[in-house]
């Protein structure tokens, strides 16, 4: 299972980080993502961190305002996000790759979402 | 923003089959699987097909998977109501060392 937390309204320039809780697996042994949905858009691949090693890799869109990583130790991913804007704005979804050997291949376990809302 | 295209919107009578395409490139569907999401109104996408072919347990067998090149196909056979839902292709990019995915297809069920 895995539980987003975190999103809420922020203004513009400001910096948010969510937290996505794992249970049930092995945390420490899985890639984890990060996917966004603007409002009534599609999916949008933001950040992810690969198994035990922990290499992170960032979509260009968001790449020098976000940046992900993991705590093994309490079973939590994080998206730290600074320099908000507007089209920001969006359901953060956390997600899990199917095997541990995978990185970036398959999601079969996804959080309900945060909505993170960038207004002034 | 996204590399991989797919149709707006497909749709069918019940009982039918219908396919939704999913066109990439070389650093993208073309290099390697193809995964599949199915994602109903409210709720977070669930895995599909994985792997270009293979469906996780659960997943009915009315749903399957092909890649040719640099362009990918989702088959719904049997069509039925509970299968109107949006669905995304997907795939990793090693252009960009990230995930793509599809611009997103609605399947209405008439």
């Known amino acids: 299972q895995l539980l987003e937390s975190g999103g809420g309204l922020i203004h513009p320039g400001g910096s948010l980080r969510l937290s996505c809780v794992a249970s049930?697996?092995?945390?420490?042994?899985?890639?984890m993502s990060w996917v966004r949905q603007a409002p009534g858009k599609g999916l949008e691949w933001v950040a992810g961190?690969?198994?035990?090693?922990?290499?992170?890799y960032i979509a260009e869109s968001v790449k020098g305002r976000f940046s992900v990583s993991r705590d093994p130790f309490r079973d939590t991913l994080y998206l730290q996000m600074d320099s908000l804007r507007v089209d920001d704005t969006a359901i953060y979804f956390c997600?899990?790759?199917?095997?541990?050997?995978?990185?970036?291949?398959?999601?079969?376990?996804w959080g309900p979402g945060t909505l993170v809302t960038v207004s002034s | 923003q996204s590399v991989l295209t797919q149709p707006p919107s497909v749709s069918g009578a019940p009982g039918q089959r219908v396919t939704i395409s999913c066109s990439g490139g070389?650093?993208?569907?073309?290099?390697?699987?193809v995964t599949w999401y199915q994602q109903l109104p409210g709720a977070a996408p669930k895995l599909l097909i994985f792997?270009?072919?293979q469906r996780p347990s659960g997943v009915p067998d009315r749903f399957s998977g092909s890649k040719s090149g640099t362009s990918a196909s989702l088959a719904i056979s049997g069509l039925q109501s509970e299968d109107e839902a949006d669905f995304y292709c997907?795939?990793?990019?090693?252009?960009?060392?990230?995930?793509?995915f599809g611009t997103g297809t609605r399947v209405t069920v008439l």
């Open positions: 961190l690969s198994g035990n090693v922990g290499s992170t």
């Open positions: 997907a795939a990793r990019d090693d252009s960009v060392s990230g995930y793509v």
């Open positions: 792997n270009t072919y």
């Open positions: 070389r650093s993208n569907i073309g290099s390697g699987s």
């Open positions: 049930g697996f092995r945390f420490r042994s899985f890639a």
């Open positions: 997600a899990k790759d199917l095997e541990p050997t995978d990185l970036l291949e398959s999601f079969d376990l």
